[in-house]
């Protein structure tokens, strides 16, 4: 098992920069994904972007060019980097870990941390 907690968003002006952070209870080191995903209202949460143990990078399109993801595993944190926030970034966000045990995929959640992008 492993809690996530999300910090790092809030308001900001299209053009600008928001840094995420995910903190994680125990080591990330072993966990096979760590990913972020985003749930507009009224929406399906999708996946932003994740990052696995061998650090393969993966980002949806809207955000590529835009939105780094990193992973810090001495500190037990991943982190988004979000730049040239557009307001159809506007969504609650959350922290994912995915991991392989016994042959099945289990997920974590945090609670999410809400971002609001103004025009």
């Known amino acids: 098992q492993v809690q996530l907690v999300e910090s790092g968003g809030g308001l900001m002006q299209a053009g600008g920069s928001l840094r995420l952070s995910c903190a994680a209870s125990?080591?990330?080191?072993?966990?096979?994904?760590m990913g972020w995903y985003r749930q507009a209202p009224g929406k399906q949460r999708d996946l932003v972007a994740s990052?696995?143990?061998?650090?393969?990078?993966n980002y949806a399109d809207s955000v590529k060019g835009r939105f780094t993801i990193s992973r810090d595993n001495a500190e037990n944190t991943v982190y988004l980097q979000m730049d040239n926030l557009k307001p159809e970034d506007t969504s609650v966000y959350y922290c994912?870990?995915?991991?392989?045990?016994?042959?099945?995929?289990?997920?974590?959640w945090g609670k999410g941390t809400l971002v609001t992008v103004s025009s």
């Open positions: 994912n870990a995915r991991n392989m045990s016994l042959g099945t995929w289990l997920d974590y």
């Open positions: 125990r080591s990330i080191f072993g966990i096979n994904v």
């Open positions: 990052i696995t143990n061998g650090g393969r990078i």
